[in-house]
T-cell receptor, first 113, second 112 residues
Framework: DARVTQTPRHKVTEMGQEVTMRCQPILGHNTVFWYRQTMMQGLELLAYFRNRAPLDDSGMPKDRFSAEMPDATLATLKIQPSEPRDSAVYFC???????????FGPGTRLTVL | DAKTTQPPSMDCAEGRAANLPCNHSTISGNEYVYWYRQIHSQGPQYIIHGLKNNETNEMASLIITEDRKSSTLILPHATLRDTAVYYCIVRPGAHTGNQFYFGTGTSLTVIP
């Protein structure tokens, strides 16, 4: 049963520290999406990639957030420096042109103190 | 821009059908209707999608009105494990890789 995996599942850090979240998309999927979920804002799209190329990162604060896909099996989302308002659950999802659905990972729950 | 309107919450008795409505009056001809759900503390889960015909799978049925301005997700025999937030999403058609915009969804509570 293929699944999207995310690490770490939980992260507690202090303000100003760098945070790196990782996502392994389902093998064979060519699109990857990063979402952030908070009680106030709900699910927000931060960035998405197709065939490893960034297509849209307009939802991401550019000064502190960066998203990359070093290879087809790994997507990363970095926050540097982190702030308390970044506390949220970050979800990665992958999909493909043939399935036309997105499959979500379990999320990384980030707490910035 | 979610483009859909859903009631914020609904209750359903266990074993009964849960009918979740969604209005999408500005839907375009090439836009599909998707349903996802999110059980507490988990990632959203795909349920079903359709363009204009009614669709059924092992999880649910999707009924789309003839004018496509609204739809209903039907869980035929709701169980306690169906308690979740249900999101109705419209997006351009198949094989585009376009992103999903999630609105606020409907919080469904299945009551024993």
């Amino acid at each position: 049963d293929a699944r999207v995996t995310q690490t770490p599942r939980h992260k507690v850090t202090e303000m100003g520290q760098e945070v790196t979240m990782r996502c392994q998309p389902i093998l064979g999927h060519n699109t990857v999406f990063w979402y952030r979920q908070t009680m106030m804002q709900g699910l927000e799209l931060l960035a998405y990639f197709r065939n490893r190329a960034p297509l849209d990162d307009s939802g991401m604060p550019k000064d502190r957030f960066s998203a990359e896909m070093p290879d087809a099996t790994l997507a990363t989302l970095k926050i540097q420096p982190s702030e308390p308002r970044d506390s949220a659950v970050y979800f990665c999802a992958s999909g493909s042109d043939s399935t036309d659905t997105q499959y979500f990972g379990p999320g990384t729950r980030l707490t910035v103190l | 821009d979610a483009k859909t309107t859903q009631p914020p919450s609904m209750d359903c008795a266990e074993g009964r059908a849960a009918n979740l409505p969604c209005n999408h009056s500005t839907i375009s001809g090439n836009e599909y209707v998707y349903w996802y759900r999110q059980i507490h503390s988990q990632g959203p889960q795909y349920i079903i999608h359709g363009l204009k015909n009614n669709e059924t799978n092992e999880m649910a049925s999707l009924i789309i009105t003839e004018d496509r301005k609204s739809s209903t997700l039907i869980l035929p025999h709701a169980t306690l494990r169906d308690t979740a937030v249900y999101y109705c999403i419209v997006r351009p058609g198949a094989h585009t890789g376009n992103q999903f915009y999630f609105g606020t969804g409907t919080s469904l509570t299945v009551i024993p």
